[in-house]
Each structure stands twice: as C-alpha cells, then as structure tokens.
C-alpha cells in the first residue's frame, strides 16, 4: 500500500463513482479499479461493495475513509 492507493480510494469514496473518481485523478478507470481491488488484497478487507450501477462503502471502507482523510 502507498500514498497513491489511498489517494485514489478516498476520491472513489467520495465520489462512489469510479469514472468520476478517475476524471478527477486523470487517470483511467480500468487503472482506477485495479489500484483498489490491489489494496483490498493487500489489507485482507473488502472496502467497496460494487454493482453495475453503484459503489458503497462497506463498513470496513467507512472506518479506512476516516483514517485515510487523516
């Protein structure tokens, strides 16, 4: 995990859109997606529940947006 899987992770979690999370970092969404399936790896915790039309934060990804703003 490093800066940039936080950084990118609190802009989907504020945005709980990933094209729009992605348009903000200027980066691509497929790139976006596997940045935070890597760090839901890394951390062992699922932080987005995910459909076709929605992104929510589970309540783990709440509790790790919190200490990420920090």
């Avoid at 999370?21 to 760090?39: C, V």
């Amino acid at each position: 995990m490093n800066i940039e899987h936080l950084k990118r992770f609190v802009a989907v979690a504020e945005t709980l859109s990933f094209s729009k999370a992605a348009k903000q970092l200027y980066i691509g969404q497929p790139g976006l997606s596997q940045s935070i399936a890597k760090l839901e790896k890394v951390i062992g915790i699922k932080l987005l529940e995910r459909t076709r039309q929605t992104v929510k934060l589970t309540n783990a990804g709440i509790v790790f947006y919190r200490e990420a703003k920090k």
